[in-house]
Nanobody, 124 residues
Framework: QVQLVESGGGLVQAGGSLRLSCAAS????????MGWFRQAPGKEREFVAA????????YYADSVKGRFTISRDNAKNTVYLQMNSLKPEDTAVYYC?????????????????WGQGTQVTVSS
């Protein structure tokens, strides 16, 4: 069992930066692949980024590639999402997710555990 709590969201101007954190509890965190998803009002939840359990591989949506960086610290049971050069279209609720196994990191349905989400609002 893994419990996830996101933090770090807020209001920022376009071009600014935020760093989201996802604190996990549970003994299986270090063996779980982690992902970030987001959901804007009236839209479906979409993949943002993912990282393997070791941190050796990362995956990004094309819309955030080069601007966002996912990382993890297994000693702290925490995964991060550094978001730079933010745009108004990045406005959404951001969710952290954890999964067993590997592959299909882009699909929300393969993730087993979800946080409650944190709001990110980017003003123009």
């Amino acid at each position: 069992q893994v419990q996830l709590v996101e933090s770090g969201g807020g209001l920022v101007q376009a071009g600014g930066s935020l760093r989201l954190s996802c604190a996990a509890s549970g003994r299986t965190f270090s063996s779980a692949a982690m992902g970030w998803f987001r959901q804007a009002p009236g839209k479906e939840r979409e993949f943002v980024a993912a990282i393997t359990w070791s941190g050796g591989r990362t995956y990004y949506a094309d819309s955030v590639k080069g601007r966002f960086t996912i990382s993890r610290d297994n000693a702290k049971n925490t995964v991060y999402l550094q978001m730079n050069s933010l745009k108004p279209e990045d406005t959404a609720v951001y969710y952290c997710a954890a999964r067993r196994g590997s592959g299909n990191y882009y699909e929300a349905m393969v993730y087993d555990y979800w946080g409650q989400g944190t709001q990110v609002t980017v003003s123009s």
